[in-house]
């Protein structure tokens, strides 16, 4: 069956470690994986989008990994702080014309 | 530029009634979707129009849920008669476009549902 998983459980960091959350997905083939940040009682914000031919992409303290082969992304939020608390959602677009689908989220908290 | 908008933001209402939710979105954007997001879980595709005509509704429980979008702007999902299990959080999201290519996501506050 097609699944994507991401750290069930929250994570707990300390203020200035790098975050790191990981997504899995099985029986999916997607062509681009995109990250999303949810604040509680807000509609997700998006962050990034990595390309099935892209192994890495950055955006200021964030860095996404893409590895089609092990079938998984790595999410990174480097120098990590209390207002990077929030939970982290990733989906994948399953060549269907741009239909997204999420995974549950892993719930991030930074404790300064 | 503004954002999407979506009311009401809260709404409770008995099992068998029904309830509308109104979104519109980004000026300019051709895409538009509707995503049910249970607690602790990832919103969910109901339904994604592209301009005014329906792309996706695979996932629509089409029995009871309904959704237009006039003139490929404003959208409207109706819900009747609604059940516990709706119980949900009812996101709309709009993008530049979508296939072939995939575009970041706009997404709305949303609507908290509470069917008692």
């Known amino acids: 069956s097609q699944k994507i998983e991401q750290n069930s459980e929250a994570l707990n960091i300390q203020e200035g470690k790098t975050a790191t959350l990981t997504c899995n997905y099985t029986n999916y083939s997607p062509a681009y994986l995109q990250w999303y940040r949810q604040d509680p009682g807000r509609g997700p914000v998006f962050l990034l989008l990595i390309r099935e031919n892209e192994k890495e992409k950055r955006k200021e303290r964030l860095k996404v990994t893409f590895d089609t082969t092990l079938k998984q992304s790595l999410f990174h939020i480097t120098a990590s702080q209390p207002a990077d608390s929030a939970t982290y959602l990733c989906?994948?677009?399953?060549?269907?014309?741009?239909?997204?689908?999420f995974g549950q989220g892993t719930e991030l908290s930074v404790k300064p | 530029e503004a954002g999407v908008a979506q009311s009401p933001r809260y709404k409770i209402i008995e099992k068998r009634q029904s309830v509308a939710f109104w979104c519109n979105p980004i000026s300019g954007h051709a895409t538009l979707y509707w995503y049910q997001q249970i607690l602790g879980q990832g919103p969910k595709l109901l339904i994604q129009?592209?301009?005014?005509?329906?792309?996706?509704d695979s996932q629509l429980p089409k029995d009871r849920f309904s959704a237009e979008r006039l003139k490929g702007v404003d959208s409207t999902l109706k819900i009747q008669p609604a059940k516990l299990e709706d119980s949900a959080v009812y996101l709309c999201?709009?993008?530049?476009?979508?296939?072939?290519?995939?575009?970041?996501?706009?997404f709305g506050p949303g609507t908290r549902l509470t069917v008692t």
């Open positions: 999201a709009s993008s530049l476009d979508s296939y072939p290519e995939t575009y970041e996501q706009y």
């Open positions: 989906a994948l677009d399953n060549n269907q014309g741009g239909k997204l689908i």
């Open positions: 129009f592209q301009n005014n005509g329906v792309v996706d």
